[in-house]
């Protein structure tokens, strides 16, 4: 009857468009920045992750450009092969000063990084457990792996030792991984706690710093420096694309780890060194982030003045959908609502004031929920639109 083994695309298209999941893209024309232009519309930006505002800092350009100068566009292969510059030495010297490791490995993206780690790290013979809300790439890393993989109840340390006096036992190795902040949340896993149970249980530790890095700690190393976590055994993941403005991914750890994810992480060995002009970008913006303290000074003055205003706006509402906002100790800051159809009413009343927040559905969270993110380059009058957009929707 004129079917084909692709109808079915079509009938999973029309099923996420009723079920309000259907996603798709809009451009942001010219620099990234705390007000970004979109199809025509002039928006104050809530919804990214450029923390610190360095992917337009004139810095992080001009080292971009540099190296291109230098080296060209591309690395023209893997690491192993041709695609190794000096470059790369020297912004792992660099992350691994930041996070204060013995040394570090760059991988092309954070999601590649926590593929080849964990992949690298367990087998089938294994056990991984993880954070129930960890990020999808710690997930796909687990599953690639062929370890069992089995979740604890989210930031449940009970759970976890639970679960570790069930299964330990009957695996080889033991991995736990958590996300150090909770990417879609903002809350902040407990790592002293974790490290004491793998102490415990004799396993591994490995924590995704993606939100946490150049924002968290005194030196900006991330949230293991701020949870008095620095120095232990830990495997620390994290992302070049965040805070520090560029693209690529990064291990940082002991000697031995690093020596061995080089010779045993599928996707570092079998994948294209990250470019010289991306490399160059994150050297910089570690410079900054270790030069300009202030930066984080700001953000954070942001974090505590938008969540107090917030409660006190959500205290005086009388709101017809229960609204919430979830804890949060980073600047991700999250109101969780009723139902998809009404985060995204919410989200496209918010953008038609100018106001760009993200509204983030299942499957990515299990509840719907306005997802803003703070950066330290919003200036006050940017804040304040903020939230009297909030309290015109609530
Ligand atoms: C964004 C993110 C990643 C992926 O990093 P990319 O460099 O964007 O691939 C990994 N883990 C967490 C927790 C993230 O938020």
């Not at 560029?246 to 994810?261: C, K, R």
């Not at 974090?303 to 205003?309: D, F, K």
Request: charged fraction near 15%; glycine fraction near 8%.
């Amino acid at each position: 009857m004129g079917t084909t083994p692709y109808d079915w695309l079509n009938n999973s298209l029309v099923a996420l468009h009723r079920a309000h999941r259907y996603r798709e893209v809009q451009a942001v024309d010219g620099t990234a920045g705390a007000v970004v232009q979109r199809q025509g519309q002039t928006l104050i930006n809530f919804a990214s992750n450029d923390y610190l505002g360095l992917a337009s800092d004139p810095r992080l350009a001009e080292a971009a450009i540099a190296a291109i100068h230098t080296y060209g566009t591309g690395s023209t292969g893997s690491r192993l092969l041709s695609g190794h510059r000096e470059l790369h030495r020297q912004l792992e010297r660099a992350i691994a000063a930041l996070k204060g490791t013995d040394d570090a490995i760059v991988f092309s993206s954070g999601y590649l990084a926590n593929l080849g780690a964990i992949a690298a790290l367990v087998g089938t013979p294994d056990l991984v457990l993880g954070d129930e809300y960890n990020h999808s790439s710690l997930r796909a890393g687990s599953k690639v792996s062929g370890a069992t993989a089995i979740d604890y109840r989210h930031g449940d340390v009970a759970h976890l030792r639970e679960m570790l006096e069930i299964h330990r036992d009957r695996h080889r190795r033991c991995l736990i991984a958590t996300d150090s902040v909770f990417s879609m949340d903002g809350d902040l896993c407990p790592l002293p706690e974790i490290l004491e149970l793998a102490d415990t249980y004799d396993a591994m530790v490995l924590v995704d710093e993606a939100h946490g890095t150049g924002i968290f700690g005194a030196q900006g190393s991330g949230a293991v420096e701020h949870l008095g976590c620095t120095g232990r055994p830990l495997i620390t993941v994290g992302t070049l694309s965040k805070a520090l403005g560029s693209l690529g991914g990064y291990v940082a750890g002991s000697q031995p780890l690093i020596e061995f994810l080089r010779n045993r992480a599928p996707s570092w060995i079998y994948t294209t060194g990250l470019s010289p002009a991306d490399a160059a970008a994150a050297l910089a913006a570690i410079h900054i982030v270790q030069g300009e303290p202030q930066r984080r000074t700001a953000l954070w003055g942001h974090v505590r003045q938008v969540m107090a205003q917030l409660d006190a706006i959500l205290t005086q509402a009388e709101t017809s959908h229960p609204i919430r906002r979830l804890p949060s100790e980073s600047p991700i800051i999250c109101l969780e609502v009723s139902s998809a159809a009404t985060v995204v009413a919410a989200s496209e009343q918010l953008q038609s004031m100018g106001l760009w927040v993200a509204a983030v559905r299942p499957p990515t969270v299990p509840t719907s929920r306005l997802r803003i993110t703070l950066m330290a380059t919003h200036q006050q009058t940017h804040l304040d639109q903020l939230l009297a957009g909030l309290q015109r929707v609530l």
